[in-house]
């Protein structure tokens, strides 16, 4: 196994232990959840250029990527969604906000679950689909949404004004999120239209 592989293994790895100290409960356990999400979403942009620059790019890779880089951000999501305090960042700003925090994450989740049944039809007719631009760009600011909704977790407490702006603009950065999976999940199906023609 490679280092991007191994790299990309650790993200996986690294999962079960964001979630438990997302839910062990202690001033500063969002902060340290970010850190870990953090550091596995980063594997996540190093493990593709050390793969590219060096030209270590695997079917293992292909294969382990996509998987770990959507188990990381659809548990980061459903987490903070299922928390059980009272910090809880989709319903900090009162319940309507739960709701549209559920509609949006499972609008996530049904865009992922789609490209990746896509990608999987292509490949048993042999063809292989290429990773969009704007997929990245949605990938890449999800990340950063995450990032800010955890901080916002711990801030509400050590930091209540602080906290509150920062819960707002995670809300904003949500919805562009949500905004952005839409289009390039429309975007996907639009340009690999072929892959449901029949034969």
């Not at 959840?33 to 250029?49: Q, W």
């Not at 990032?147 to 509400?156: C, E």
Request: proline share 3%.
């Amino acid at each position: 196994m490679n280092l991007p592989n191994k790299l990309t293994l650790l993200r996986i790895i690294m999962i079960p232990f964001f979630v438990a100290a997302f839910y062990v409960n202690f001033t500063g356990h969002y902060i340290l959840s970010l850190c870990i999400f953090a550091v596995a979403a980063f594997t996540d942009f190093l493990d593709g250029y050390i793969a590219r620059k060096y030209n270590m790019v695997t079917d293992l890779g292909k294969f382990m990527d996509p998987i770990a880089d959507k188990v990381l951000v659809l548990s980061a999501l459903v987490v903070m969604l299922a928390d059980p305090y009272s910090t809880n960042v989709f319903s900090y700003l009162g319940y309507p906000f739960l709701i549209v925090g559920g509609v949006g994450v499972a609008i996530i989740v049904a865009r992922e679950m789609t490209v990746s049944s896509l990608r999987m039809m292509a490949a048993k007719k042999g063809i292989v689909l290429a990773a969009e631009k704007i997929g990245k760009v949605k990938t890449f600011f999800t990340d950063v949404t995450i990032i800010i909704l955890l901080f916002a977790g711990d801030m509400t407490v050590l930091a209540p004004r602080f906290g509150n702006v920062l819960i707002w603009i995670g809300q904003i950065c949500f919805l562009i999120s949500v905004l952005l999976t839409i289009i390039s999940g429309v975007s996907y199906l639009v340009k690999n239209a072929e892959v449901f023609a029949e034969k």
